[in-house]
C-alpha cells in the first residue's frame, strides 16, 4: 500500500484547507486511514481516522467540531476538511493506514510523505 498526501499550504487564522490522501495497492474490508502531524519539536500528533468499511470515524480533542474526515471508496481516497483553522495547527501532516482501529502513529504500517499546512495569526 502507497500513500500519497496532497493539499497543503498556507492559510489565515479562521481559514479553511482540504487534505486529500490517495490509497495506491489494497485496502482491506476493515482497513483504517488515519491523519496524524507533526509540529516542529513535537511528538506526531493523531488528528482523525476513518473505517473504510463502515465509515466509522474518530477524531483527537484538539480539532473536533473543525476537521471532518471522510472517504471515497470509488477513487480509493480519503480527505480531512480542516476549517477554522488556528495557527497551533500549523504541522506537517501525514496520512497512515493500517488494520487497527488506534489513535497511535506506532499502530499504522503505511506512511505517506506528509504535507505541509502552515496558519498564519
Known amino acids: 500500500v502507497q500513500l500519497q498526501a496532497s493539499g497543503g499550504g498556507l492559510v489565515q487564522a479562521g481559514g479553511s484547507l482540504r487534505l486529500s490522501c490517495t490509497v495506491s495497492?489494497?485496502?482491506?474490508?476493515?482497513?483504517?486511514s488515519a491523519w496524524f502531524r507533526q509540529a516542529p519539536g513535537k511528538e506526531r500528533e493523531f488528528v482523525s481516522l476513518?473505517?473504510?468499511?463502515?465509515?466509522?470515524?474518530y477524531y483527537g480533542d484538539s480539532v473536533k467540531g473543525r476537521f471532518t474526515i471522510s472517504k471515497d471508496n470509488a477513487k480509493k481516497m480519503v480527505a480531512l476538511q480542516m476549517n477554522s483553522l488556528k495557527p497551533e495547527d500549523t504541522a506537517v501532516y501525514f496520512c497512515?493506514?493500517?488494520?487497527?482501529?488506534?489513535?497511535?502513529?506506532?499502530?499504522?504500517?503505511?506512511w505517506g510523505q506528509g504535507t505541509q499546512v502552515t496558519v498564519s495569526s
Open positions: 476513518i473505517r473504510w468499511s463502515s465509515g466509522s470515524t
Open positions: 497512515a493506514a493500517g488494520p487497527t482501529f488506534s489513535n497511535l502513529a506506532r499502530d499504522y504500517e503505511n
Open positions: 495497492g489494497p485496502i482491506y474490508t476493515n482497513y483504517i
